[in-house]
């Protein structure tokens, strides 16, 4: 029961089509939203509530035992801390390196560069579990096995191909017109740089570094192959921790809900950042 | 004051070749306009100049500084060279308020701060932008950012102003304000300018001289009203004015020095230039500016093909045998299809082009 408009051909639905495509939308809905609608609505139950048959869809009353016990027994305190200082160093070494190489690899003319970006797609065809090996030796040689260090030296060269490629194209959309008024306004190289380049770049720069911090700080398979020591737990390994003879589900999902926390306030900043804002200099 | 000279200069990308030995000599003061069809090499030739691109051989000297040498490996970079650059997109930092645009340049050549508000002030007073001072690029119409590329380009007082096609983002209306704006400041700001355009009507309107360029070589340097008038060969002819001159075969055979009979239009005729006309006339290309061809009485016997009206004047396409010639006519007319239309061709400007070579070899008058 599709209608054609008239004049431009637009399609207007019925209203038994409407229904249809709403009664699919809400189903895909309920199934992507249901498991972390279940994981907060348990960290909030106590522990006899967790296993009740029926289980209670709707909360009655909100518990936050789980979450002082999670803090309190499990000593979460120190895993976020921990997860942070690795995330945050990753996010700032990886930023750093890979603006510089980005804008290196977008705007200047060098020997090798096609080569560079050729190897930089390379990077990206191995999965992390082949790399894991090679990884743990490297790490057992240079003697950093079981410290923060080994899992930050790893984040850092896992982030820094995806980054370049991602900002490289961010430097690529500036038009080179920018880049050339400066220099003849008496700009050095890394003036252009410093002062035109990068505020342009800035808002493709906040959201690869978001990028990067989700990566990071959401990485289960390195963190928990090479940190032994509880004292050196990021998040991720952390929930683990709650797998003794029996499974504290509370205080998991728990977990679960402050681990997201973070990634979910970023995405919804970084919204704003995708779409750039800076762009539109000229109208074309 | 600065002279600019281009000798011999030649790019090639890869083997493309984009400017062909090209010699040029820029007097100062002067409003230069590149002129050419796209592809022709005028924004290279511009860039070139502008240090923005570096050529494949040649040498390019502005006023007593040599700027770029292939042989003695000279290449001053486009912050030396003293010069301003309008780009088609303005290229305007989006992440600057207007004010900062302006001041950027001057930031960069240590002027101090006052000096700087002041000059600043001055561009902003100058080109009517005052009100925009704390705006960003993005909060101003296409116009206003002309404005502001212009007050940047112009603050730090270059000696030199380059512009490519500055005006092709704007709409009708406002290019051709922006038009007379820029020939006032080429008076006011008493500088060089070199101005990229494929327009044939901005550059007559504009320029002291055109250089029109055609496939990386130099077709003719003249002022705009000798390249109107005296066109050097085919292409020129047929690049300059609208409507395009009319191109009517002919052949000929010598009569004297000064005198060819020509044969065209289905008449004999006789073709005389106040000077000697060399070259070979068997085979010829007679060119004749649409306002010289008058409508309504004369020897040739036309059919009116199409009339285009466009208030002040009316183009008529007049249909002779299987020539067509077009007519300009002063004031509104309208006349009918298929209407018979004897014309005439009046004027000392009528010019012999080989057919062979495509070049002229004389001007005169047709009876």
């Known amino acids: 029961m599709a209608d054609k408009h008239p004049s431009l051909g637009i399609r207007y639905r019925s209203l038994k089509g409407k229904l249809v495509i709403g009664f699919f939308a809400t189903l895909l809905f309920i199934v992507v939203f249901f498991p972390f609608y279940w994981i907060i609505l348990s960290s909030f139950k106590s522990f006899l509530e967790i296993f009740e048959t029926p289980p209670k869809i709707i909360p009655v009353s909100i518990n936050f035992a789980n979450y002082i016990e999670a803090f309190t027994e499990y000593g979460i305190g120190t895993f976020i801390m921990n997860s942070l200082f690795v995330t945050i160093t990753t996010v700032l070494v990886t930023t750093i390196i890979s603006v510089c190489a980005s804008f290196a690899i977008s705007r200047l003319d060098f020997i090798g560069r096609d080569i560079f970006r050729s190897f930089l797609k390379a990077t990206q065809m191995f999965p992390v579990v082949v790399l894991l090996v090679p990884l743990f030796l490297m790490c057992n040689k240079l003697g950093l096995y079981g410290t923060r260090s080994s899992l930050i030296l790893p984040y850092i060269a896992l982030q820094i191909p995806v980054s370049v490629i991602l900002l490289s194209t961010y430097f690529a959309d500036i038009p080179a017109e920018m880049e050339e008024a400066a220099l003849i306004d008496g700009c050095s190289l890394p003036q252009i740089f410093f002062r035109i380049m990068l505020p342009l770049a800035a808002s493709g720069i906040v959201a690869v570094s978001i990028y990067t911090f989700i990566q990071v700080w959401q990485e289960f398979l390195i963190a928990s192959s090479f940190i032994t020591n509880h004292d050196f737990y990021t998040l991720t390994v952390g929930l683990t921790t709650f797998r003794g003879e029996f499974i504290n589900w509370g205080g998991l999902m728990a977990t679960s809900v402050i681990i997201a926390i973070p990634a979910m306030i970023l995405f919804s900043i970084s919204q704003d950042f995708f779409i750039n804002r800076l762009a539109g200099g000229v109208k074309e | ?367």
């Open chain 2, 1 to 367: 004051m600065p002279r600019i000279v281009l000798e011999h200069v030649t790019k090639c990308f890869d083997k493309f070749v984009a400017v062909d030995d090209l010699n040029l000599v820029i007097e100062d003061r002067d409003f230069i306009t590149l002129l050419g069809p796209s592809g022709c090499g005028k924004t290279t030739t511009l860039r070139m100049i502008a240090g923005l691109e570096t050529p494949t051989k040649g040498r390019i000297t502005i006023g007593d500084t040599v700027v770029f040498d292939s042989e003695e490996g000279i290449d001053i970079s486009p912050a030396k060279r003293d010069i301003g650059f309008l780009f088609q997109n303005y290229a305007l930092w989006p992440h600057m308020t207007v004010y900062d645009n302006i001041a950027f340049g001057l930031e960069n050549l240590k002027w101090p701060k006052k000096k700087i508000e002041e000059r600043v002030k001055e561009m902003m007073a100058m080109l009517k932008i005052e009100q925009f001072e704390k705006r960003f690029p993005s909060e101003l119409s296409g116009g206003q950012q002309q404005r502001v590329a212009i007050a940047r380009t112009l603050a730090p007082k270059p000696r030199v102003l380059f512009m490519d096609e500055p005006l092709s983002n704007l709409d009708a209306k406002l290019r051709l304000e922006m038009r007379s704006e820029l020939k006032r400041l080429h008076v006011d700001t008493d500088s060089t300018f070199v101005y990229v355009t494929h327009d044939q009507l901005e550059a007559m309107a504009l320029a002291t001289k055109i250089c029109l360029m055609n496939k990386a070589v130099l077709q003719q340097y003249d002022p705009p009203l000798v390249v109107y008038n005296k066109p050097v060969n085919l292409f020129v002819a047929d690049f300059v004015g609208n409507p395009t001159m009319n191109f009517i075969n002919a052949t000929g055979e010598r009569k004297g020095f000064n005198d060819v009979f020509v044969h065209m239009l289905g008449k004999d005729l006789v073709f005389h230039s106040s000077e000697t006309i060399d070259g070979d006339v068997s085979d010829l290309v007679i060119g004749i500016r649409p306002e010289f061809v008058k409508l309504g009485e004369g020897n040739f016997n036309g059919v009116v093909y199409t009339t285009l009206p466009s208030g002040m004047e009316t183009t008529v396409k007049v249909k002779h045998g299987e020539d067509m010639v077009t007519s300009v006519v002063f004031g509104s007319v309208d006349f009918s299809h298929s209407l018979d239309m004897p014309f005439s061709i009046v004027s000392d400007n009528i010019i012999m082009f080989e057919k062979a070579s495509g070049k002229r070899i004389a001007i005169g008058s047709l009876s």
